[in-house]
């Protein structure tokens, strides 16, 4: 192989151009920290950079969502302790008032405390997350959900609760619809209810009403009319069923329905068992009030007073039991939340530390480098320097 001049020449340009561009990588490398600079620099790790990367952008939205749900439920467990506590003091206000030691007067104020408390627990259900989200609307969560309408509130809200993805196939409730927080309470002991008629003059008033045998009450309304220590069982339309001996303080039965009363009644004295009937809590609240602020001057007013009484109560209680249920919900919700960030964050620190490692510089390394590939340019330069003085006319000289 013939070699030439100028083949010395080029190639010794060649060499010092591969010097400094491999010097100017490693420069740029050092400059910016980063490895990879083009998917040419490695195909393979650079396609597994980009996925991570897509990896990291999608857990720190959810991670984002992670802690907005944290947000909201823990604010939502908060409103519904603060309800529980209003129907907790509800409670106390209506043993309170259903004392006989009470006058009209302090019935009357116990009675619009009652209806603060309305009001009170409206607000909570109207309670929004600071951004103008409320809490307790559903996915419909732009507008306040309830309303008051006088005797009953309306529900604005959605039915569905609204939903956060906090990982790869799994959402969460950020919340809970009102109409199942607040609404849908079931009069009586949830199948039925009781009450004294207007007219009653005597002392008796009920003490507990259950369906003891759901398979044998078929839903039907009756009445009882007690007389002459008998009791008459009739149905809607007033007809005679059947006629038992009654004692006072003796339980009535009949189609798995089981009665306790206390106290005499007086010929006469009717009683009516109707299906639940469903309510909202405002308006066991309402009702409670009205209860207390009632009439009870005379001994069948009072007992009367007294069987309303004992029904809004136990629908207090079953009230409470409700808030206790989607609180518990909300609870277990918010450890779902915490546990779901938590699982995130140390997904994110690996797939940090794993992405470093494919992109990152060594900085030692490429230091260490860049000095050999430094030294290689020079000497590279030097030895071209050399050969631009080989000429046989310079031997001549």
């Known amino acids: 192989m013939r070699v030439s001049t100028s083949l010395l020449h080029q190639r010794s340009l060649d060499l010092m151009q591969m010097q400094q561009q491999s010097l100017l990588r490693t420069q740029t490398q050092l400059a910016t920290q980063q490895k990879l600079l083009s998917a040419a620099d490695n195909p393979g790790d650079w396609a597994a950079a980009m996925g991570m990367d897509q990896l990291l952008a999608q857990a720190s939205r959810y991670q984002s969502n992670a802690q907005a749900a944290q947000h909201r439920l823990s604010l939502e467990e908060t409103a519904l302790a603060e309800g529980m506590d209003v129907l907790a003091h509800a409670r106390e206000l209506a043993i309170q008032g259903n004392s006989s030691t009470q006058s009209p007067e302090t019935r009357a104020v116990i009675a619009q405390e ?27 969560d732009d507008a306040a959900p309830f309303a008051w309408t006088g005797s009953a509130a309306s529900y604005g809200g959605d039915d569905a609760p609204r939903m956060l993805p906090i990982g790869n196939a799994r959402s969460i409730a950020v919340g809970d619809a009102g109409s199942a927080v607040f609404m849908g309470l079931r009069t009586g002991d949830g199948r039925v209810q009781v009450g004294a008629d207007a007219a009653n003059t005597g002392a008796m008033h009920l003490q507990q009403a259950v ?32 006629t038992r001996v009654y004692a006072p303080g003796s339980t009535v039965q009949f189609n798995g329905v089981e009665l306790r009363f206390a106290g005499e009644p007086a010929d006469g004295d009717r009683y009516r068992v109707e299906p639940s009937t469903q309510q909202d809590m405002f308006a066991l609240l309402d009702k409670l009030a009205a209860i207390v602020d009632g009439p009870q001057d005379t001994t069948g007013a009072r007992a009367g007073a007294q069987t309303a009484m004992q029904q809004a109560l136990a629908e207090l209680e079953a009230a409470q039991s409700q808030l206790s ?71 001549l000289r």
């Open 114 to 140: 009652l209806a603060g408390l309305r009001e009170q627990l409206l607000a909570i259900a109207n309670r929004d997350d600071g951004q103008g989200r409320y809490l307790f609307a559903g996915a419909r």
């Open 211 to 242: 369906v003891r045998d759901a398979a044998a009450y078929d839903g039907s309304s009756f009445s009882l009319r007690f007389t002459g220590g008998t009791v008459e069982i009739r149905d809607a339309a007033d007809n005679l069923l059947e």
């Open 325 to 395: 249920a989607v609180r518990t919900g909300a609870g277990l919700r918010l450890g779902a939340a915490q546990d779901a960030e938590a699982t995130l964050s140390a997904q994110t620190i690996e797939a940090e530390s794993a992405l470093s490692n494919l992109r990152d510089v060594d900085i030692a390394e490429a230091a260490s480098r860049l000095q050999r590939e430094l030294l290689a340019l020079q000497a590279a330069q030097a030895s071209h320097a050399q050969i631009q003085g080989l000429s046989l006319f310079s031997y």
